[in-house]
């Protein structure tokens, strides 16, 4: 597992990349969920007891998606999450 710092939208976010190729996002003191690669999207899945793991967002980066787990996606993250769906 490797840790670093990531600035995106505004937040400062720590990153945990996980041996699966995962990566896990926290944002202050609070665990925000997990960001999965899946054919070169990033998948934003909620990792709060109230998400129950639901995916929320599908977005072009990292920094992208960890602002969607913060509740402040970019504009075209939005844009490309509806062009997924």
């Not at 720590?14 to 896990?24: A, K, N, P, W």
């Not at 609070?30 to 109230?50: C, K, N, P, Q, S």
């Not at 995916?55 to 844009?79: K, M």
Request: negative net charge.
């Amino acid at each position: 597992m490797r840790t670093a710092w990531m600035q995106s939208c505004g937040q400062r976010y720590l990153v945990e990349r996980f041996d699966d190729g995962s990566f896990g996002i926290t944002l202050g003191d609070d665990f925000l969920g997990f960001v999965l690669r899946v054919d070169g999207d990033y998948l934003a899945i909620d990792g709060t007891e109230a998400g129950e793991g639901g995916v929320v967002a599908a977005t072009r980066t990292l920094g992208e998606a960890a602002a969607a787990l913060a509740g402040t996606p970019a504009d075209h993250s939005r844009a490309h999450l509806a062009a997924v769906a």
